[in-house]
């Protein structure tokens, strides 16, 4: 069973930054595909970005292409998320994930961000 446990989030004032991270407690976790999702209170949950096994590629959502990147360190088991540009509508709770190429993904328990304007 592999745990997820995310870091970095806190409260921001509008046009800050902020860096999540997220440890995973396994050593295949390069074999993984990662992600980064978000929920807003009263709202579904939403990707926000994905990055390869290896590095490679990255995607984003529009709402946070050109402010966020995703990135992973592979030998520290450790993903992140480079937040810039924070806007109020970034506010929600973030959640790593881990897509194996086999069976369910796996999350986290979620870190909370919060922009205030």
């Known amino acids: 069973q592999v745990q997820l446990v995310e870091s970095g989030g806190g409260l921001v004032q509008a046009g800050g930054s902020l860096r999540l991270s997220c440890a995973a407690s396994?050593?295949?976790?390069?074999?993984?595909?990662m992600g980064w999702f978000r929920q807003a209170p009263g709202k579904e949950r939403e990707f926000v970005a994905a990055?390869?096994?290896?590095?490679?590629?990255?995607y984003y959502a529009d709402s946070v292409k050109g402010r966020f990147t995703i990135s992973r360190d592979n030998a520290k088991n450790t993903g992140y998320l480079q937040m810039n540009a924070l806007k109020p509508e970034d506010t929600a709770v973030y959640y790593c994930?881990?897509?194996?190429?086999?069976?369910?993904?796996?999350w986290g328990q979620g870190t909370q961000v919060t922009v205030s304007s």
């Open positions: 990055i390869r096994w290896s590095g490679s590629s990255s």
């Open positions: 396994t050593r295949t976790f390069s074999t993984y595909a």
């Open positions: 994930n881990l897509r194996p190429v086999v069976g369910p993904d796996y």
